[in-house]
């Protein structure tokens, strides 16, 4: 199995920026995809970017050309710079990965408990 571990979030004003990280850890045959999901207070859990072990890309419409994914595939570790962040980006973020455990074939999907950003003056 996977543990996801993220970290940067915090309080941002409108305008500002943050960067997210996240590291994955287990014993596991590959991490296929990384992505980031957020859920703010009430609403549902969203896609916001993923990123393939080859390092394609893919965003949110929300997040096309303020958000940026990248990844460490030799560290394991998956980051999303946040720029020209809104009041409305405030949410949980949660790391997203899916993996091949050892044994049969199959993949599974594994989640970060999340780190909090919020966006405010």
């Known amino acids: 199995q996977v543990q996801l571990v993220e970290s940067g979030g915090g309080l941002v004003q409108p305008g500002g920026s943050l960067r997210l990280s996240c590291a994955a850890s287990g014993s596991v045959i590959s991490i296929a995809t990384m992505g980031w999901y957020r859920q703010a207070s009430g609403k549902q859990r969203e896609w916001v970017a993923t990123?393939?072990?080859?390092?394609?890309?893919d965003y949110a419409d929300s997040a096309k050309g303020r958000f940026t994914i990248s990844r460490d595939n030799a560290k394991n570790t998956v980051s999303l710079q946040m720029n020209s962040l809104k009041p409305e980006d405030t949410a949980v973020y949660h790391c997203?990965?899916?993996?091949?455990?050892?044994?049969?074939?199959?993949?599974?999907?594994?989640w970060g408990q999340g780190t909090l950003v919020t966006v405010s003056p």
């Open positions: 990123i393939t072990s080859g390092g394609s890309t």
């Open positions: 997203n990965a899916r993996f091949v455990p050892y044994g049969p074939y199959r993949i599974l999907e594994g």
